[in-house]
């Protein structure tokens, strides 16, 4: 603080100091305290706020246990009710892309921090990022149309001869939810590549070289000495590409099939069609606490602790 | 087992740059060979070809007889000691130690009793929980040698693990890689640009200079019977006196240039070269009065004192830099700063020498 006084002078300091504040307090803490508040009241008409009626209570939260459903996992069936089957499937389908983004950043990471010549990474960062400068919604739509049925994706598989059929891609080939799977995979692919890439690079060289000299298999190299130093930058790129899938509303909206619904949408209906701001504040706080849940176990199970990640 | 290295006209470009030019030696099986050079003389490179990290672009790298073209540094019988020693932060120091025998899928317990025998061996029981962090200069460097001879390699390559080091200890660390490469028997093949270093642990030196190797010999050797001024001025200081040379007999020769007429030492092959006369100046002597041959008058600049001798730096005619050793000898007086003195040496202690050997 008053290293930036000296450095600033008062006015500006004040001035940082107030942005800051008004930052946390009035974007972010306040609308979620908002949400906090109103979803533990009941859904009235106008005249009826603050009358004998608006107590708090948990009734919004109980709502997600309604509605019982038959449905199936796999192959395994079991009855359910319909908005917490929604939730864990977009849960599992999240921790799925999150899964695909690794197994798609990793190698290419790794490749960039130290296989790449120096010389061409400006070139390949570029390449990266140019699809990114398109907007989200665009890229989704441009996936609609290659996953359509008469759709380029289609029409390539025929012409090399691998099918014989258009594929239904957004009614799904192995689950409902194949299109949304895809294209986040795509949208988010490089909010896994960066962070590994980051940690990738700092890794001294000579390490990867002295294991392989000392007899190390490649895949041994990776496993013992890449990854637990890339660690942090995997369970970064992990956290992020899992709220940003879980939380997504225009992929799903936009390429996923009627069967397949993600939370979001859920909630969105609660809010837009149904007009109850306070069962979807609900909704929103048991989502929001179970992905932060979810992380944490998940950092737990692998170690990795909150201040790995800050870096 | 230890295992020889021959290096058959082995060459290395990068590029259009000739990093090692026609390199040729065989070191033998259990000896500890230097690299000397300064840096850029392409004795790192010689290093990475010989553990398999670049392929020469020409010529043949043969361990223990087998000729090891196409092999990856993970099937090579050598164990590389890197100059920052690349140790693994993340595992404790009994894995560092053992991964070599990770990878080649040995027990838990085997690996653990091995790495606490090495550590033992380097003389640093107890560190095996430690983590890297946790070690000194010191320590880390004892840590990467057990690591290296966990795997049992035929040959030990060592790429100036010392260089990170104090004075003291790095002395120190000398003795002590010596003793473990007497007690295990291994091939050493060190490099460094330190000439002490290099002198004082190697059986054989090989110098280096621009890709090429100048001299392969003893340590003695390379001090005392330098082929070239490059060797000579490496490896040592020197007083060097152009001139022309005249008619070679019994192995000595006269140079006269603008100092006057000196006689040295020449070598059969130098002969028919331009040459200039070098002379150490430990071996060169001052008086007060001009000795009968290899004398020049010089005026001493600067007298500094360095413990066991006394360094006296002077001019002769034409501003030549001349530079001698006093004993401190508590007998011998050193002269003052501006005092004229004669500087003398004997024939039989100076040499008529070429330059370096570099690609024409």
Request: proline letters at 6%; one cysteine or more; aromatic letters at 10%.
């Amino acid at each position: 603080m008053e290293d930036l006084i000296r450095r600033y002078g008062t006015g500006l300091t004040a001035v940082f100091c107030l942005l800051v504040a008004f930052w946390i307090l009035v974007l972010v803490i306040l609308p979620n305290f908002a949400m906090f508040e109103q979803s533990f009241r009941p859904y009235l008409p106008v005249v009826e706020i603050g009358g004998p009626k608006d107590v708090y209570g948990f009734a919004n939260y109980g709502k997600i246990f309604a509605n019982p459903v038959e449905t199936t996992w796999f192959g395994i069936p079991v009855t359910i009710p319909i908005h917490i089957n929604t939730f864990l499937l977009t849960v599992f389908y999240s921790a799925l892309v999150t899964l695909m983004t690794l197994i798609f950043a990793y190698p290419l990471a790794y490749f960039l921090a130290k296989i790449a010549s120096p010389r061409s990474i400006p070139t390949l960062l570029l390449l990266l990022f140019i699809p990114m400068w398109v907007s989200e919604a665009l890229r989704a739509f441009a996936w609609y149309i290659i996953l359509t049925f008469n759709g380029p994706l289609n029409a390539l598989l025929k012409a090399l001869g691998v099918i014989d059929q258009g594929i239904r891609w957004q009614n799904g080939v192995f689950t409902s939810y194949d299109a949304i799977v895809i294209v986040l995979t795509y949208c988010y692919v490089l909010f896994m590549l960066f962070p590994i890439y980051t940690a990738i690079t700092s890794l001294d060289t000579n390490q990867i070289e002295a294991a392989e000299d000392l007899g190390s298999p490649w895949w041994r190299t990776h496993w013992r000495v890449v990854i637990p130093h890339a660690k942090p930058g995997i369970a970064s790129g992990c956290v992020m590409v899992f709220m940003l899938s879980a939380g997504s509303l225009l992929v799903p909206t936009v390429v996923g099939s009627t069967k397949a619904n993600w939370f979001p949408q859920t909630i969105y209906t609660w809010f837009n069609d149904a007009l109850d701001w306070n069962t979807g504040a609900a909704y929103s706080m048991i989502f929001l606490l179970v992905c932060i849940f979810f992380v944490i176990l998940t950092m737990r199970l692998f170690k990795v602790k909150l201040s790995d990640i800050a870096k | 087992m230890s295992a020889g290295i021959d290096l058959e006209n082995v060459c290395c470009d990068f590029g259009t740059f000739r990093a090692v030019d026609n390199a040729n030696v065989s070191i033998k099986p259990g000896e500890f060979f230097s690299f000397l050079g300064p840096s850029g003389c392409g004795k790192t490179t010689i290093l990475r070809m010989v553990s398999g990290f670049i392929e020469p672009t020409a010529g043949a790298i043969k361990i223990g007889g087998k000729d090891v073209k196409g092999t990856r540094p993970n099937q090579r019988p050598t164990a590389l000691i890197f100059q920052n020693l690349a140790l693994f932060p993340l595992m404790p120091i009994w894995e560092n130690i053992s991964f070599g025998l990770e990878v080649r899928g040995v027990d838990k317990a085997t690996r653990r009793k091995k790495a606490e025998d090495l550590l033992k061996l380097v003389d640093l029981p107890g560190a095996a929980d430690k983590m890297v962090s946790q070690l000194s200069g010191g320590q880390k460097q004892r840590v990467a040698i057990a690591r290296a001879l966990a795997v049992e390699p035929s040959v030990m390559l060592l790429d100036e693990p010392l260089s990170a080091l104090d004075l003291k200890l790095r002395q120190h660390m000398r003795a002590e890689l010596r003793a473990i490469q007497k007690r295990t028997g291994v091939t050493f093949i060190y490099i460094t640009h330190d000439q002490g270093e290099a002198l004082a642990m190697s059986d054989r030196v090989g110098v280096m200079s621009q890709g090429r190797i100048q001299q392969i010999a003893a340590p003695r050797d390379i001090y005392d019977n330098p082929v070239n001024g490059f060797v000579a001025s490496f490896v040592g200081e020197n007083n060097i006196f152009e001139g022309d040379v005249g008619p070679v007999a019994d192995g000595m020769a006269s140079l006269t240039g603008p100092h006057g007429a000196f006689r040295a030492r020449i070598t059969p092959e130098a002969q028919g070269k331009a040459l200039k006369l070098y002379v150490r100046p430990e071996h060169t002597r001052l008086s007060k009065t001009a000795a009968p041959e290899n004398s020049v008058e010089m005026e001493v600049t600067e007298v500094a004192f360095e413990g066991a001798f006394i360094s006296v730096h002077g001019l002769a005619a034409g501003g030549k830099r001349l530079q001698a050793e006093v004993k401190n000898d508590g007998v011998t007086q050193a002269p003052g700063v501006g005092e004229k003195v004669f500087a003398t040496f004997d024939a039989a202690r100076a040499l008529l020498l070429p330059d370096a050997n570099v690609r024409g």
